[in-house]
Protein backbone atom coordinates (compact mmCIF):
# COMPACT_ATOMS: atom_id res chain seq x y z
CA UNK A 1 0.00 0.00 0.00
CA UNK A 2 1.89 3.02 -1.06
CA UNK A 3 -0.66 5.57 -1.26
CA UNK A 4 -2.66 4.82 2.01
CA UNK A 5 -1.56 3.58 5.43
CA UNK A 6 -4.68 1.92 5.71
CA UNK A 7 -7.20 0.40 3.91
CA UNK A 8 -11.13 -0.80 5.26
CA UNK A 9 -12.53 -3.91 3.42
CA UNK A 10 -16.38 -3.60 4.29
CA UNK A 11 -19.14 -5.90 2.84
CA UNK A 12 -22.01 -3.57 1.54
CA UNK A 13 -25.02 -5.85 1.24
CA UNK A 14 -26.12 -8.51 3.66
CA UNK A 15 -22.62 -10.27 3.85
CA UNK A 16 -21.18 -12.59 2.23
CA UNK A 17 -19.58 -10.27 -0.44
CA UNK A 18 -16.54 -11.90 -0.96
CA UNK A 19 -14.71 -9.80 1.67
CA UNK A 20 -12.54 -12.72 2.53
CA UNK A 21 -11.24 -12.97 -0.92
CA UNK A 22 -10.29 -9.66 -1.39
CA UNK A 23 -9.00 -9.32 2.22
CA UNK A 24 -6.60 -11.91 0.76
CA UNK A 25 -5.89 -10.41 -2.13
CA UNK A 26 -5.21 -6.88 -1.15
CA UNK A 27 -3.54 -8.29 2.22
CA UNK A 28 -0.11 -9.22 -0.02
CA UNK A 29 0.53 -5.47 -0.03
CA UNK A 30 -0.52 -5.01 3.62
CA UNK A 31 1.79 -5.51 6.76
CA UNK A 32 -1.20 -6.37 8.76
CA UNK A 33 -5.01 -7.28 9.08
CA UNK A 34 -7.47 -6.41 11.44
CA UNK A 35 -10.56 -8.11 12.64
CA UNK A 36 -12.51 -5.28 14.25
CA UNK A 37 -16.16 -6.50 14.64
CA UNK A 38 -18.62 -9.93 14.55
CA UNK A 39 -17.01 -13.29 15.74
CA UNK A 40 -17.59 -16.73 14.64
CA UNK A 41 -20.74 -15.87 12.82
CA UNK A 42 -18.75 -14.55 9.91
CA UNK A 43 -17.71 -17.09 7.50
CA UNK A 44 -14.82 -16.15 4.45
CA UNK A 45 -13.85 -18.18 1.85
CA UNK A 46 -10.25 -17.80 0.28
CA UNK A 47 -8.78 -20.00 -2.66
CA UNK A 48 -5.46 -20.13 -4.12
CA UNK A 49 -2.96 -22.71 -5.27
CA UNK A 50 -5.87 -24.81 -6.15
CA UNK A 51 -7.08 -25.09 -2.33
CA UNK A 52 -10.57 -23.66 -0.62
CA UNK A 53 -9.99 -22.25 3.05
CA UNK A 54 -12.24 -20.91 5.28
CA UNK A 55 -12.09 -18.37 7.99
CA UNK A 56 -14.81 -17.66 10.63
CA UNK A 57 -12.92 -15.45 13.54
CA UNK A 58 -9.73 -15.25 12.31
CA UNK A 59 -8.13 -12.55 9.86
CA UNK A 60 -8.01 -13.52 6.37
CA UNK A 61 -4.21 -12.21 6.23
CA UNK A 62 -3.42 -15.24 8.43
CA UNK A 63 -2.47 -17.20 5.07
CA UNK A 64 0.79 -15.14 4.42
CA UNK A 65 3.27 -15.82 6.64
CA UNK A 66 4.81 -12.31 6.91
CA UNK A 67 0.95 -11.12 7.76
CA UNK A 68 0.74 -9.87 10.82
CA UNK A 69 -3.23 -10.60 11.68
CA UNK A 70 -4.79 -8.87 14.76
CA UNK A 71 -8.66 -9.66 16.38
CA UNK A 72 -9.70 -6.26 17.55
CA UNK A 73 -11.60 -5.22 20.57
CA UNK A 74 -14.85 -4.81 18.72
CA UNK A 75 -14.87 -8.73 17.95
CA UNK A 76 -16.09 -11.20 20.59
CA UNK A 77 -14.22 -14.43 20.52
CA UNK A 78 -15.55 -18.11 21.07
CA UNK A 79 -11.60 -19.92 22.02
CA UNK A 80 -12.86 -22.98 21.22
CA UNK A 81 -13.46 -21.79 17.69
CA UNK A 82 -10.33 -19.99 17.63
CA UNK A 83 -8.12 -22.76 18.58
CA UNK A 84 -9.67 -25.40 16.10
CA UNK A 85 -9.74 -22.88 13.03
CA UNK A 86 -6.04 -22.35 14.07
CA UNK A 87 -5.39 -25.73 14.28
CA UNK A 88 -7.59 -26.96 11.27
CA UNK A 89 -5.41 -24.52 9.17
CA UNK A 90 -2.08 -25.29 10.79
CA UNK A 91 -2.97 -28.88 9.23
CA UNK A 92 -2.73 -27.76 5.66
CA UNK A 93 1.57 -27.15 6.23
CA UNK A 94 1.00 -23.48 5.10
CA UNK A 95 3.09 -20.90 7.01
CA UNK A 96 0.79 -18.66 9.06
CA UNK A 97 1.02 -15.41 9.98
CA UNK A 98 1.21 -13.95 13.82
CA UNK A 99 -1.98 -13.88 15.25
CA UNK A 100 -2.89 -11.22 18.16
CA UNK A 101 -6.12 -10.85 20.02
CA UNK A 102 -7.29 -7.80 21.61
CA UNK A 103 -7.12 -8.00 25.49
CA UNK A 104 -10.74 -5.95 25.44
CA UNK A 105 -11.71 -8.63 23.05
CA UNK A 106 -15.24 -9.68 24.96
CA UNK A 107 -15.80 -13.86 25.46
CA UNK A 108 -17.84 -16.04 23.62
CA UNK A 109 -19.33 -19.14 25.60
CA UNK A 110 -21.27 -22.31 25.09
CA UNK A 111 -23.78 -20.72 27.78
CA UNK A 112 -23.98 -17.78 24.93
CA UNK A 113 -24.81 -20.27 22.37
CA UNK A 114 -27.83 -21.99 24.33
CA UNK A 115 -29.10 -18.42 25.19
CA UNK A 116 -28.80 -17.38 20.80
CA UNK A 117 -31.23 -20.75 20.41
CA UNK A 118 -33.56 -20.31 23.32
CA UNK A 119 -33.96 -16.83 22.29
CA UNK A 120 -34.42 -17.28 19.03
CA UNK A 121 -37.14 -20.25 19.43
CA UNK A 122 -38.89 -18.05 21.63
CA UNK A 123 -39.64 -15.30 18.58
CA UNK A 124 -41.23 -17.90 17.22
CA UNK A 125 -42.47 -16.47 13.61
CA UNK A 126 -40.64 -13.72 14.32
CA UNK A 127 -37.03 -15.52 14.63
CA UNK A 128 -34.09 -13.39 13.08
CA UNK A 129 -32.71 -16.60 11.83
CA UNK A 130 -29.19 -16.55 13.61
CA UNK A 131 -25.80 -18.23 13.28
CA UNK A 132 -26.61 -19.46 16.35
CA UNK A 133 -22.88 -19.02 17.33
CA UNK A 134 -24.40 -16.53 20.75
CA UNK A 135 -23.25 -13.52 19.19
CA UNK A 136 -26.32 -11.37 20.15
CA UNK A 137 -25.96 -12.88 23.83
CA UNK A 138 -22.46 -11.70 23.61
CA UNK A 139 -22.91 -8.35 23.07
CA UNK A 140 -26.01 -8.06 25.08
CA UNK A 141 -23.42 -9.01 28.13
CA UNK A 142 -20.35 -6.48 26.82
CA UNK A 143 -23.74 -3.70 26.51
CA UNK A 144 -24.91 -4.37 29.91
CA UNK A 145 -21.10 -4.40 31.60
CA UNK A 146 -20.92 -7.54 32.65
CA UNK A 147 -19.63 -9.39 29.66
CA UNK A 148 -16.12 -11.37 30.25
CA UNK A 149 -13.24 -9.78 28.28
CA UNK A 150 -10.09 -11.57 27.52
CA UNK A 151 -7.94 -9.72 29.66
CA UNK A 152 -9.64 -10.76 32.93
CA UNK A 153 -8.61 -14.23 32.65
CA UNK A 154 -5.10 -13.64 33.96
CA UNK A 155 -6.82 -11.74 37.11
CA UNK A 156 -6.13 -13.41 40.56
CA UNK A 157 -9.60 -13.42 41.32
CA UNK A 158 -11.39 -14.72 37.91
CA UNK A 159 -12.71 -18.02 39.19
CA UNK A 160 -14.59 -16.02 41.48
CA UNK A 161 -15.72 -14.06 38.85
CA UNK A 162 -16.48 -16.60 36.03
CA UNK A 163 -18.12 -18.43 38.47
CA UNK A 164 -20.87 -15.92 40.01
CA UNK A 165 -21.19 -14.75 36.06
CA UNK A 166 -21.75 -18.17 34.98
CA UNK A 167 -24.63 -18.49 38.24
CA UNK A 168 -26.37 -15.71 36.56
CA UNK A 169 -26.56 -17.80 33.89
CA UNK A 170 -27.74 -20.58 34.98
CA UNK A 171 -30.32 -18.71 37.00
CA UNK A 172 -31.30 -17.01 33.44
CA UNK A 173 -31.55 -20.14 31.69
CA UNK A 174 -33.36 -22.76 34.12
CA UNK A 175 -35.85 -19.71 35.39
CA UNK A 176 -36.78 -18.28 32.07
CA UNK A 177 -36.59 -21.16 29.73
CA UNK A 178 -36.71 -24.48 32.01
CA UNK A 179 -32.87 -25.34 30.58
CA UNK A 180 -31.15 -27.66 32.28
CA UNK A 181 -28.19 -25.90 34.35
CA UNK A 182 -24.73 -25.98 32.89
CA UNK A 183 -21.59 -27.52 34.95
CA UNK A 184 -19.36 -24.34 35.80
CA UNK A 185 -16.47 -26.83 36.71
CA UNK A 186 -16.12 -28.41 33.54
CA UNK A 187 -17.08 -24.90 31.54
CA UNK A 188 -14.25 -23.20 33.81
CA UNK A 189 -11.60 -26.02 33.15
CA UNK A 190 -12.07 -26.13 29.46
CA UNK A 191 -11.73 -22.25 29.34
CA UNK A 192 -8.45 -22.45 31.49
CA UNK A 193 -7.17 -25.23 28.94
CA UNK A 194 -8.19 -22.93 25.78
CA UNK A 195 -6.59 -19.82 27.33
CA UNK A 196 -3.05 -21.05 28.08
CA UNK A 197 -2.98 -22.23 24.42
CA UNK A 198 -3.34 -18.74 23.49
CA UNK A 199 -2.39 -16.05 26.27
CA UNK A 200 1.09 -15.25 24.77
CA UNK A 201 -1.35 -13.93 21.88
CA UNK A 202 -3.49 -11.37 23.73
CA UNK A 203 -2.50 -8.01 23.94
CA UNK A 204 -3.58 -4.36 23.93
CA UNK A 205 -4.14 -4.56 20.00
CA UNK A 206 -5.14 -0.58 19.80
CA UNK A 207 -1.73 0.39 20.87
CA UNK A 208 -0.19 -1.98 18.80
CA UNK A 209 -1.94 -1.25 15.70
CA UNK A 210 -1.31 2.69 16.52
CA UNK A 211 2.31 2.03 17.09
CA UNK A 212 2.78 0.20 13.54
CA UNK A 213 0.38 2.40 11.78
CA UNK A 214 3.04 5.76 13.31
CA UNK A 215 6.10 3.53 12.22
CA UNK A 216 4.74 2.81 8.78
CA UNK A 217 3.28 -0.28 8.69
CA UNK A 218 0.01 -0.83 6.82
CA UNK A 219 -3.20 -2.14 7.94
CA UNK A 220 -6.03 -3.76 6.17
CA UNK A 221 -9.12 -3.54 8.21
CA UNK A 222 -11.17 -6.69 7.31
CA UNK A 223 -14.97 -6.45 7.97
CA UNK A 224 -17.23 -8.71 8.77
CA UNK A 225 -21.01 -9.16 7.57
CA UNK A 226 -22.08 -6.40 5.47
CA UNK A 227 -23.92 -2.59 6.00
CA UNK A 228 -27.30 -4.04 5.73
CA UNK A 229 -26.56 -6.04 9.08
CA UNK A 230 -25.35 -3.53 10.98
CA UNK A 231 -27.18 -3.15 14.24
CA UNK A 232 -27.62 1.04 13.61
CA UNK A 233 -27.41 1.24 9.74
CA UNK A 234 -28.85 -2.33 9.08
CA UNK A 235 -32.20 -3.71 8.23
CA UNK A 236 -33.32 -3.86 12.24
CA UNK A 237 -34.13 -6.01 13.89
CA UNK A 238 -32.99 -8.36 11.36
CA UNK A 239 -29.22 -7.09 11.83
CA UNK A 240 -26.22 -9.44 13.71
CA UNK A 241 -25.31 -7.17 17.10
CA UNK A 242 -22.48 -5.07 16.07
CA UNK A 243 -21.87 -2.00 13.72
CA UNK A 244 -20.62 -3.74 10.46
CA UNK A 245 -20.03 -0.18 8.58
CA UNK A 246 -16.72 0.92 8.14
CA UNK A 247 -16.65 3.67 11.04
CA UNK A 248 -16.53 1.29 13.45
CA UNK A 249 -13.12 0.36 12.32
CA UNK A 250 -11.64 2.84 14.66
CA UNK A 251 -13.64 2.12 18.06
CA UNK A 252 -13.18 -1.66 17.16
CA UNK A 253 -9.40 -1.81 16.54
CA UNK A 254 -8.86 1.02 19.21
CA UNK A 255 -7.84 3.86 16.86
CA UNK A 256 -8.79 7.81 15.64
CA UNK A 257 -11.38 7.61 12.91
CA UNK A 258 -9.04 9.85 10.62
CA UNK A 259 -6.93 6.57 10.61
CA UNK A 260 -10.09 4.76 8.41
CA UNK A 261 -8.91 7.13 5.70
CA UNK A 262 -9.57 4.96 2.46
CA UNK A 263 -12.74 2.35 2.47
CA UNK A 264 -13.68 -0.58 -0.47
CA UNK A 265 -17.15 -1.62 -0.22
CA UNK A 266 -17.12 -5.24 -1.69
CA UNK A 267 -20.13 -5.75 -3.99
CA UNK A 268 -21.82 -8.52 -4.25
CA UNK A 269 -23.00 -8.59 -8.48
CA UNK A 270 -26.60 -9.33 -7.28
CA UNK A 271 -28.03 -9.70 -4.00
CA UNK A 272 -28.12 -12.31 -1.26
CA UNK A 273 -29.00 -12.72 2.33
CA UNK A 274 -29.23 -15.61 4.54
CA UNK A 275 -31.74 -15.29 7.79
CA UNK A 276 -34.90 -13.65 7.92
CA UNK A 277 -35.90 -10.21 7.51
CA UNK A 278 -37.64 -7.99 3.33
CA UNK A 279 -35.30 -8.25 0.63
CA UNK A 280 -37.02 -5.85 -1.94
CA UNK A 281 -35.32 -7.26 -5.40
CA UNK A 282 -35.38 -10.79 -3.80
CA UNK A 283 -36.37 -13.21 -7.03
CA UNK A 284 -37.82 -16.47 -5.40
CA UNK A 285 -38.03 -18.31 -8.43
CA UNK A 286 -35.60 -19.68 -11.56
CA UNK A 287 -33.70 -16.79 -11.72
CA UNK A 288 -33.09 -16.97 -8.37
CA UNK A 289 -32.36 -20.68 -8.28
CA UNK A 290 -30.65 -20.35 -11.34
CA UNK A 291 -27.81 -17.84 -9.61
CA UNK A 292 -27.71 -19.57 -6.45
CA UNK A 293 -26.51 -22.96 -8.13
CA UNK A 294 -24.05 -20.94 -10.18
CA UNK A 295 -22.55 -19.27 -7.83
CA UNK A 296 -22.96 -21.85 -4.84
CA UNK A 297 -25.21 -19.77 -2.77
CA UNK A 298 -24.74 -21.49 0.41
CA UNK A 299 -23.39 -20.34 3.49
CA UNK A 300 -20.12 -21.37 4.49
CA UNK A 301 -20.75 -20.99 7.87
CA UNK A 302 -24.00 -22.88 8.57
CA UNK A 303 -24.73 -24.24 5.58
CA UNK A 304 -27.75 -22.74 5.06
CA UNK A 305 -29.04 -21.74 1.14
CA UNK A 306 -28.82 -17.95 0.60
CA UNK A 307 -31.83 -16.06 -0.59
CA UNK A 308 -30.94 -14.49 -3.97
CA UNK A 309 -32.39 -10.52 -5.78
CA UNK A 310 -31.10 -8.10 -8.10
CA UNK A 311 -28.43 -5.84 -7.14
CA UNK A 312 -30.08 -3.18 -4.76
CA UNK A 313 -28.62 0.29 -5.33
CA UNK A 314 -30.79 1.61 -2.48
CA UNK A 315 -29.22 -0.56 -0.12
CA UNK A 316 -26.10 0.57 -1.93
CA UNK A 317 -26.48 3.68 -1.50
CA UNK A 318 -27.19 3.83 2.46
CA UNK A 319 -23.79 1.69 2.54
CA UNK A 320 -22.09 4.32 0.18
CA UNK A 321 -23.01 6.99 3.06
CA UNK A 322 -23.29 5.28 6.40
CA UNK A 323 -19.37 3.76 5.63
CA UNK A 324 -17.91 6.14 3.74
CA UNK A 325 -16.81 3.74 0.78
CA UNK A 326 -14.43 5.70 -1.73
CA UNK A 327 -14.61 2.95 -4.26
CA UNK A 328 -16.61 -0.58 -5.25
CA UNK A 329 -15.19 -3.59 -5.92
CA UNK A 330 -17.33 -5.50 -8.01
CA UNK A 331 -17.36 -9.66 -6.69
CA UNK A 332 -19.20 -12.89 -8.35
CA UNK A 333 -19.32 -11.31 -12.23
CA UNK A 334 -19.31 -14.57 -13.75
CA UNK A 335 -22.17 -15.70 -11.73
CA UNK A 336 -24.27 -13.35 -13.78
CA UNK A 337 -23.95 -14.96 -17.20
CA UNK A 338 -26.00 -16.80 -19.08
CA UNK A 339 -29.35 -14.60 -18.17
CA UNK A 340 -31.06 -13.58 -21.19
CA UNK A 341 -31.26 -10.04 -19.11
CA UNK A 342 -30.32 -8.19 -15.63
CA UNK A 343 -31.73 -6.05 -13.67
CA UNK A 344 -30.60 -3.29 -11.68
CA UNK A 345 -32.69 -1.61 -8.88
CA UNK A 346 -32.52 2.15 -8.80
CA UNK A 347 -35.35 3.52 -6.71
CA UNK A 348 -38.19 1.80 -4.99
CA UNK A 349 -41.61 2.64 -4.96
CA UNK A 350 -43.58 3.06 -1.24
CA UNK A 351 -46.83 3.78 -0.82
CA UNK A 352 -47.23 5.42 -4.20
CA UNK A 353 -44.25 7.34 -3.78
CA UNK A 354 -40.56 7.12 -5.26
CA UNK A 355 -38.03 7.13 -2.57
CA UNK A 356 -34.10 6.42 -1.90
CA UNK A 357 -34.69 6.04 1.43
CA UNK A 358 -34.59 2.71 3.20
CA UNK A 359 -37.67 3.03 5.75
CA UNK A 360 -36.53 2.61 9.32
CA UNK A 361 -39.16 -0.48 10.06
CA UNK A 362 -39.21 -4.26 8.10
CA UNK A 363 -42.84 -3.82 7.90
CA UNK A 364 -42.44 -0.42 5.51
CA UNK A 365 -39.47 -1.98 4.01
CA UNK A 366 -41.48 -5.28 3.05
CA UNK A 367 -43.50 -3.22 1.31
CA UNK A 368 -41.12 -1.40 -1.02
CA UNK A 369 -41.69 -2.19 -4.52
CA UNK A 370 -37.90 -1.83 -6.69
CA UNK A 371 -38.26 -0.16 -9.63
CA UNK A 372 -35.18 -1.56 -11.97
CA UNK A 373 -33.49 -0.61 -14.91
CA UNK A 374 -33.01 -4.04 -17.23
CA UNK A 375 -29.75 -4.39 -19.17
CA UNK A 376 -28.67 -6.63 -21.56
CA UNK A 377 -26.90 -10.30 -20.53
CA UNK A 378 -23.97 -11.82 -22.04
CA UNK A 379 -23.20 -15.66 -22.76
CA UNK A 380 -19.72 -15.54 -23.08
CA UNK A 381 -17.53 -17.25 -20.40
CA UNK A 382 -15.48 -14.26 -18.30
CA UNK A 383 -13.78 -16.69 -16.00
CA UNK A 384 -10.44 -16.33 -17.62
CA UNK A 385 -10.64 -12.68 -18.22
CA UNK A 386 -8.01 -10.88 -16.94
CA UNK A 387 -8.73 -6.86 -18.47
CA UNK A 388 -11.72 -4.53 -18.31
CA UNK A 389 -11.38 -4.36 -21.57
CA UNK A 390 -11.91 -8.58 -22.10
CA UNK A 391 -15.27 -8.14 -20.55
CA UNK A 392 -18.19 -8.55 -22.91
CA UNK A 393 -19.87 -5.32 -24.01
CA UNK A 394 -23.31 -6.20 -21.76
CA UNK A 395 -20.78 -6.37 -18.79
CA UNK A 396 -19.04 -3.45 -19.39
CA UNK A 397 -22.22 -1.59 -19.54
CA UNK A 398 -23.40 -3.36 -16.16
CA UNK A 399 -20.76 -2.45 -14.70
CA UNK A 400 -21.01 1.71 -15.61
CA UNK A 401 -24.63 1.91 -14.90
CA UNK A 402 -23.26 0.59 -10.80
CA UNK A 403 -21.28 3.20 -11.11
CA UNK A 404 -23.98 6.09 -12.59
CA UNK A 405 -26.45 4.93 -10.85
CA UNK A 406 -24.63 5.03 -7.26
CA UNK A 407 -22.07 7.49 -7.90
CA UNK A 408 -19.56 5.35 -7.09
CA UNK A 409 -15.68 4.53 -8.85
CA UNK A 410 -16.10 0.59 -9.50
CA UNK A 411 -12.22 -0.02 -9.25
CA UNK A 412 -12.21 -3.44 -10.20
CA UNK A 413 -14.40 -6.90 -10.35
CA UNK A 414 -13.90 -10.81 -9.63
CA UNK A 415 -14.70 -13.24 -12.17
CA UNK A 416 -14.28 -16.46 -10.17
CA UNK A 417 -13.14 -17.45 -6.45
CA UNK A 418 -9.27 -18.00 -6.98
CA UNK A 419 -6.77 -15.18 -5.90
CA UNK A 420 -5.90 -14.82 -9.83
CA UNK A 421 -9.51 -14.24 -11.15
CA UNK A 422 -9.34 -10.47 -9.70
CA UNK A 423 -8.85 -8.02 -12.14
CA UNK A 424 -8.04 -4.28 -11.00
CA UNK A 425 -9.39 -1.44 -13.01
CA UNK A 426 -7.83 0.90 -11.40
CA UNK A 427 -4.75 0.29 -8.87
CA UNK A 428 -5.86 2.02 -5.37
CA UNK A 429 -2.80 1.01 -3.48
P1 LIG B 1 -17.48 -13.19 2.67
O1 LIG B 1 -18.21 -13.64 3.86
O2 LIG B 1 -17.83 -11.79 2.26
O3 LIG B 1 -16.00 -13.38 2.77
O4 LIG B 1 -17.97 -14.10 1.46
P2 LIG B 1 -18.12 -15.71 1.49
O5 LIG B 1 -16.78 -16.31 1.44
O6 LIG B 1 -19.03 -16.12 2.59
O7 LIG B 1 -18.93 -15.95 0.17
C1 LIG B 1 -18.42 -15.63 -1.08
C2 LIG B 1 -18.31 -16.92 -1.91
O8 LIG B 1 -18.10 -16.60 -3.26
C3 LIG B 1 -17.11 -17.78 -1.50
O9 LIG B 1 -17.45 -19.13 -1.68
C4 LIG B 1 -16.02 -17.37 -2.48
O10 LIG B 1 -15.08 -18.41 -2.74
C5 LIG B 1 -16.84 -17.10 -3.71
N1 LIG B 1 -16.33 -16.05 -4.60
C6 LIG B 1 -15.70 -14.89 -4.28
N2 LIG B 1 -15.52 -14.13 -5.39
C7 LIG B 1 -16.05 -14.84 -6.41
C8 LIG B 1 -16.21 -14.57 -7.81
O11 LIG B 1 -15.85 -13.53 -8.33
N3 LIG B 1 -16.86 -15.53 -8.54
C9 LIG B 1 -17.31 -16.70 -8.01
N4 LIG B 1 -17.92 -17.56 -8.81
N5 LIG B 1 -17.18 -16.98 -6.70
C10 LIG B 1 -16.57 -16.05 -5.92
P1 LIG C 1 -19.89 -12.80 6.63
O1 LIG C 1 -18.77 -12.09 7.35
C1 LIG C 1 -24.16 -13.42 6.04
C2 LIG C 1 -26.73 -12.93 9.55
C3 LIG C 1 -27.45 -14.17 10.04
C4 LIG C 1 -28.72 -13.55 10.60
C5 LIG C 1 -28.20 -12.24 11.20
C6 LIG C 1 -27.91 -12.31 12.69
O2 LIG C 1 -19.57 -14.17 6.18
O3 LIG C 1 -20.43 -11.93 5.54
P2 LIG C 1 -25.99 -13.42 14.14
O4 LIG C 1 -25.55 -14.85 14.26
O5 LIG C 1 -24.91 -12.50 13.72
O6 LIG C 1 -26.70 -12.93 15.37
O7 LIG C 1 -27.11 -13.44 12.98
O8 LIG C 1 -27.00 -11.92 10.51
N1 LIG C 1 -25.26 -13.05 9.42
C7 LIG C 1 -24.62 -13.18 8.26
N2 LIG C 1 -25.08 -13.31 7.01
N3 LIG C 1 -22.83 -13.36 6.25
C8 LIG C 1 -22.35 -13.19 7.50
O9 LIG C 1 -21.03 -13.00 7.75
C9 LIG C 1 -23.25 -13.14 8.58
N4 LIG C 1 -23.11 -13.02 9.92
C10 LIG C 1 -24.35 -12.95 10.41
O10 LIG C 1 -27.71 -15.06 9.00
O11 LIG C 1 -29.58 -13.21 9.55
MG1 LIG D 1 -19.46 -15.18 4.43
Given at each position: MEKFKTLTVVGTQWGDE?????????????????????????????????????????????????????????????????????????????????????????????VHKEIDGLQEEAKGA???????????????????????????????????????????????????????????????????????????????????????????????????????????????????????????????????????????????AYTTRVGAGAIPTEQDNKIGDYIREKGNEYGSNTGRPRRVGWLDCVALKNAIRTSGIDYAFITLLDVLTGLEEIKICTEYELNGKRTSIIPSTNSQYEKCIPIYKTMKGWTEDITGVKTFKELPKAAIEYLKKIEAVCGIEVIGFSVGPDRTQTIIKRNII
Open positions: GKGKMTDYFAQQANIVARFAGGDNAGHVIKFNGQKHKVTIIPSGIFNKDIVNVIGNGCVVNLKSLVNEYNKIKETGLELGELYISDRAHLIFDNKIGTTKRGIGPTYQDKVSRIGIRLGELSEPNFKERFYSFMEEKNQYISKIYKSPKIDVDVEYKELMRLFEIIKVNVIDTGEYLYNEIKAGKKVLFEGAQGVMLDIDHGTYPFVTSSNTTANNASTGSGLPNKMISNVMGVVK
